[in-house]
């Protein structure tokens, strides 16, 4: 049943709690099965029913079993149509350069205000032990 090819306008009929389509990636799903299983309960998914929820389901970062279970619900691809929605700009699959410069100066604060501590601990224990000399 996977092999089907449907448009927007058919996939937009599926759009209610015991008919429940969506497209992600252009690929088909029906969700109708899932939707009480849904971990972030139904109405996640009936908001995008009979849409393209790709980026619904992007933003959220779901899990490699979530992938997979979505495999399972796989009913066949969507057949674009001059007039349909256009899908969202695809985003880098990658995940963004983490600016690891703050991060590092951070550490280097704490070290610096760890051995500053040290050497102040050590300074108050040499007058200590100078002022008990002189006594």
Do not use: C
């Not at 691809?77 to 256009?86: A, E, N, V």
């Amino acid at each position: 049943m996977a092999d089907q090819e449907l448009t927007y306008q058919d996939v937009a009929e599926h759009n209610t709690k015991k008919d429940l389509f969506l497209v992600i990636h252009d690929k088909i799903y029906d969700a109708t099965k899932f939707i009480d299983e849904h971990p972030g309960g139904e109405e996640v998914l009936l908001d995008v029913g009979g849409q393209d929820a790709t980026e619904a389901f992007e933003d959220v970062g779901h899990s490699d079993e979530a992938r997979e279970t979505l495999d399972q619900l796989l009913v066949g691809t969507l057949k674009r149509k001059p007039g349909d929605p256009q899908p969202k700009a695809q985003q880098s699959s990658l995940a963004p350069v983490a600016n690891t410069d703050s991060a590092g100066m951070g550490t280097m604060l704490y070290a610096v205000v760890f051995i500053g501590a040290l050497v102040a601990y050590g300074g108050y224990q040499y007058l200590q032990a100078q002022q008990g000399k002189d006594a």
